[in-house]
């Protein structure tokens, strides 16, 4: 029987099944341009504030999507908060410090980043 079956045997397709298997989760971005993934914050572009973004990941990478597209891609981490620092610049010059100089926003940049590195 197994000799009549082979003829209709095809290779294994692995992305076939990688687009049943994997799961998309859909979050909305916060005001602080952040979505939530297993109770840790993740930054993308601020033009994505109250938007609703899909995730996927695989054990090493957390990858966020907008419409299809991919918008950020982090690496999966054990900080609370993992921003990129385009998105933070980003952010600081959208509100807070909008007309502060470079040097100025910088710095802030440094010393938050810095401060959500020793966060646990």
Known sequence: MLDKEKEYLHDFDHD???????????????KESMIVFQNRKYSVPIRYIDETVQIKHDDNTLYI?????????????????????????????????????DRVIDD?????????????
């Open 16 to 30: 076939l099944l990688d687009a049943y298997a994997s799961q998309t989760i859909a979050r909305k971005v916060s």
């Open 108 to 120: 802030y940049v440094d010393r938050n980043l810095k401060m959500f590195d020793e966060m646990e």
């Open 65 to 101: 999507y907008y419409n299809g597209e991919l918008i950020r891609s982090h690496p999966i981490s054990l900080k609370r908060f993992t921003y990129l620092r385009d998105d933070m610049e980003e952010i600081v010059r959208s509100d807070l410090y909008k007309n502060r100089d």
